[in-house]
Nanobody, 131 residues
Framework: EVQLVESGGGLVQAGGSLRLSCAAS????????IGWFRQAPGRSREGISC??????????YYADPVKGRFTISSDTAKNTVYLQMDGLKPEDMATYYC??????????????????????WGQGTQVTVST
């Protein structure tokens, strides 16, 4: 089973930046998808970004609310995926989760897997944005 551990959440003023980390024991599998989701109180889980690796090539995806402000990247040497969040807004405040799968049918046939296509989840990290 893939283990995921998020870190990097915290309190930041609107307009500020945070970098979330997701330490993932998945990189040895070669092909995989790692996604970032968030959930605010009273709201449904929202997929915001993912990174997929297929035969050594990485692809990234961003949901419209974060496009141009968030950047997903990976450091395979550190077995970590990052989510750089710039220009944070109050509406970005939520618990952020990373998720992972290495199932071929998901990695190769989904641009960015939906939340129910992932097999492993981290415990979440809280992001609070103050005005």
């Amino acid at each position: 089973e893939v283990q995921l551990v998020e870190s990097g959440g915290g309190l930041v003023q609107a307009g500020g930046s945070l970098r979330l980390s997701c330490a993932a024991s998945i990189f040895a599998h070669g092909d995989y998808a790692i996604g970032w989701f968030r959930q605010a109180p009273g709201r449904s889980r929202e997929g915001i970004s993912c990174i997929t690796r297929r035969q050594g090539h990485e692809s990234t995806y961003y949901a419209d609310p974060v496009k141009g402000r968030f950047t997903i990247s990976s450091d395979t040497a550190k077995n970590t995926v990052y989510l750089q969040m710039d220009g944070l807004k109050p509406e970005d405040m939520a618990t952020y989760y990373c998720a992972a799968t290495y199932r071929t049918i998901v990695v190769y046939y989904s641009v960015c897997p939906d939340w129910d296509e992932y097999d492993s989840w981290g415990q979440g990290t809280q992001v609070t944005v103050s005005t």
